[in-house]
């Protein structure tokens, strides 16, 4: 009895001893915040959107055109990616900054242009600029934004700004939107030439959303299951083209008029003219096109197709780039989209040349699961994805992030071509960062 009687103070005694590893998490009294801390990754945020949201609102964002196989081959080529570390690289802090065309950045991603964005939370662009400020992140207006290029000027202080154009049939209304955003201080132009006609969004149509968008009786009902995001997008102003003027009535007005089919590579000669900043073409898929754009005289590309929401079965953008960064890399600076959900898939591109990433759902899904919070939770979780990965693979500074760092599904470079042999020795002098990148080949 004796006996056992001491083994339970002993026993007692111990557990006591554990009180020192139980700390009590601070309580998170906001169910909001509640939500967006327990995201660790975008697929969670991902997840949490889908219960903020109407069904219809959520695929508009998620969704992607026919199949969806462009978006589904994209993702899965990314994650076919191999690191290729090298360890005891004797780093304690990585730097994530780069200088885009003339701006520092302290992320080498930057938000993508996206339409309708106050449809997914009321506070919309607002909300993206002002996360994207806070983070020193370069943010990217789209034609088809819902908050005019003014507006977001005002939220952006001096945070890097971009404005994207879908160039119109009416050359004034291009003019003018050039001339207000060159007013209003954004620093780049991207124009996107990969949307001739509307890809086919079968989810968009099966749900009945059209333009202007029309709320089905099934959106309505799902709506009422979604209290907070009904509430706000019934007591705030109606969604429209805010850069183009008129109301949502005249949304499908803007949509006809807003691509033009008859484009060519003269148009943009004429474009350049009227733009005296960086100037970027969007939605580059092949090599020749690459080269074609770079002898036209633009400053940039982004390998893109569309987030897999224009043609289907199209290029993945991410396996272009080694042979589009050894044909123009040299000349013009180089951007890749489509299908970029972590910081391991921003690490992987900008080893395989990328100048830098942009990001459309990723951050889309962030807005729609907690609006501006949202956002921050979503660049948060990025930045910190990309800082680990750097750590890991034991890189410095973005442009030491090289094609050695990567192994490509179907070769066995890295294998080969031995990490250390691509890194400098003491003393040796060679070309930095992003040339370094360009100059190493994968074969
Ligand atoms: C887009 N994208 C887009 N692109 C553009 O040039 N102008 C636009 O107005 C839009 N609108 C838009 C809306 C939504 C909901 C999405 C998801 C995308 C394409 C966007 O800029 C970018 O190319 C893709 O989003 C990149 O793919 P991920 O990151 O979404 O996979």
Redesign the pocket.
């Known amino acids: 009895m004796d006996r056992i009687d001491r083994s339970w103070t002993a026993r007692i005694a111990d557990a006591l001893e554990l009180r020192h590893f139980l700390v009590p998490r601070t309580p998170i009294l906001s169910p909001a915040r509640r939500r967006l801390a327990r995201a660790l990754t975008v697929a969670d945020l991902r997840k949490v959107a889908a219960r903020q949201v109407p069904r219809a609102v959520f695929d ?2 998620d969704g992607a055109a026919d199949e969806e196989i462009s ?1 589904r081959r994209t993702r899965e080529y990314l994650r076919e990616l191999t690191f290729v570390p090298s360890s005891l690289s004797g780093l304690e802090a990585v730097d994530t900054s780069t200088t885009l065309f003339g701006a520092k950045v302290a992320q080498p991603f930057v938000l ?5 964005t106050r449809m997914m939370h009321a506070d919309g662009e607002t909300a993206v600029v002002r996360s994207a400020r806070r983070h020193g992140v370069a943010y990217t207006l ?3 934004g819902t908050t005019s290029i003014e507006q977001v000027a005002a939220e952006s202080a001096d945070a890097p700004l971009w404005f ?1 154009l ?1 160039v119109s049939r009416d050359r004034e209304t291009n003019a003018d939107l050039l001339r207000r955003a060159r007013a209003a201080g954004y620093g780049a132009l ?1 124009v ?1 030439v990969d949307v001739p006609v509307g890809g086919q969004r079968l989810r968009d149509a099966r749900h009945g959303f059209g333009y202007p968008p029309r709320l089905a009786a099934g959106t309505f009902l799902d709506g009422l299951r979604r209290p907070g995001w009904t509430a706000r997008f019934l007591t705030t102003p109606p969604l429209s083209f805010a850069s183009l003027g008129g109301s949502t009535k005249d949304l499908g007005a803007h949509m006809a008029h807003l691509f033009d089919p008859t484009m060519t590579i003269a148009d943009l000669q004429w474009l350049r003219q009227e733009w005296d900043g960086p100037f970027v073409v ?2 580059v898929q092949s090599v020749a096109d690459a080269v074609r754009y770079a002898e036209a005289g633009v400053d940039g590309i982004i390998l ?1 197709n ?4 224009q043609l289907d079965r199209s290029p993945t953008p991410v396996a272009l780039l080694p042979e589009v960064v050894d044909a123009v890399g040299s000349r013009l600076t180089v951007g890749v ?4 959900l972590s910081g391991a898939d921003i690490a992987a591109a900008l080893a395989l040349g990328a100048d830098f990433v ?5 951050y ?1 899904y962030g807005l729609m699961a907690g609006g501006e919070l949202g956002v921050d939770r979503a660049l948060e979780i990025l930045s910190a994805e990309l800082v680990r990965t750097m750590k890991l693979l034991g890189v410095g500074a973005v442009d030491d992030l090289t094609p050695a760092h990567v192994r490509v599904p179907g070769t066995e470079a890295a294998a080969r071509a031995p990490f250390r042999a691509t890194r400098p020795r003491p003393g040796e002098h060679r070309p930095g960062g992003a040339q370094a990148r360009r100059t190493a080949s994968l074969r």
């Open positions: 508009y964002t978006l993508a242009p996206t339409g309708f789209s034609t088809m994207q879908y991207l996107t969007k939605g893109s569309h987030g897999g929401r989209d489509s299908g970029f942009m990001l459309g759902r990723a889309l």
